[in-house]
């Protein structure tokens, strides 16, 4: 069982900023591609982005690309969402999650939320207009 921590959602105004961060503490993170998704009241969960175990390659939802930047750093055990020039409508619910390293850059083993084992608790982003 993975364990995964998320913090730093918030409401800020749009075009402002946050940070999310996800802790998977005492795992071999490095062994875990990770993804963030996101869903709004009255919406479907939606891939936001991932990367790969080594960090070696990213993917992001066309909507975010230019302002959203997924990094991690496995010494820390940690994995980040920089948010930058919110808008309105990236207010959701925002989860992390881990799968088993697939060993492959093929996009859908990391887009689909569907072959993600492990799921954090969520935090909520408001960006307001």
């Known amino acids: 069982q993975v364990q995964l921590l998320e913090s730093g959602g918030g409401l800020v105004q749009a075009g402002g900023s946050l940070r999310l961060s996800c802790a998977a503490p005492?795992?071999?993170?490095?062994?875990?591609?990770m993804g963030w998704f996101r869903q709004a009241p009255g919406k479907e969960r939606e891939f936001v982005a991932a990367?790969?175990?080594?960090?070696?390659?990213?993917y992001y939802v066309d909507s975010v690309k230019g302002r959203f930047t997924i990094s991690r750093d496995n010494a820390k055990n940690t994995v980040y969402l920089q948010m930058n020039s919110l808008k309105p409508e990236d207010t959701a619910v925002y989860y992390c999650?881990?799968?088993?390293?697939?060993?492959?850059?093929?996009?859908?083993?990391?887009?689909?939320?569907?072959?993600?084992?492990?799921w954090g608790q969520g935090t909520q982003v408001t960006v307001s207009s």
């Open positions: 999650a881990a799968r088993i390293s697939p060993h492959t850059s093929r996009t859908d083993y990391y887009t689909n939320w569907r072959v993600y084992e492990y």
């Open positions: 005492g795992r071999t993170f490095s062994n875990y591609a």
């Open positions: 990367i790969s175990w080594s960090g070696g390659n990213t």
